[in-house]
């Protein structure tokens, strides 16, 4: 089992950077694929962001790509997401997962975060 707790949310200004993280216990993540989702209220949940387990590959969603960085750090059992140039649109709760390959799609990853709101205001 894996527990995974994302952290770094919180209120922005349009144009402003958060970094968040996500923090894993139970096992070492070196192991997993992690990927990075959020909702906003009344949205489907949308695939941002993804790292293979060695840490070599990341992939991410074209609306993201460039303002938005997935990276890892197996030393601190820990995945990030650093945020650039963050907009309105860009309010949501936004949820960390581990699961056996990268993938875009959430219904392939195992675990689960309970999520960290994000507010960019305009």
């Known amino acids: 089992q894996v527990q995974l707790v994302e952290s770094g949310g919180g209120l922005v200004q349009a144009g402003g950077s958060l970094r968040l993280a996500c923090a894993a216990s139970g096992r070492a993540i070196s192991g997993y694929a992690m990927g990075w989702f959020r909702q906003a209220p009344g949205k489907e949940r949308e695939f941002l962001a993804a790292?293979?387990?060695?840490?070599?590959?990341?992939y991410a969603a074209d609306s993201v790509k460039g303002p938005f960085t997935i990276s890892r750090d197996n030393t601190k059992n820990t995945v990030y997401l650093q945020m650039d140039s963050l907009k309105p649109e860009d309010t949501a709760v936004y949820y960390c997962?581990?699961?056996?390959?990268?993938?875009?799609?959430?219904?392939?990853?195992?675990?689960w975060g309970q999520g960290t709101q994000v507010t960019v205001s305009p």
């Open positions: 997962a581990a699961g056996r390959v990268a993938t875009t799609f959430g219904q392939d990853y195992n675990y």
């Open positions: 790292i293979t387990w060695t840490g070599i590959r990341t």
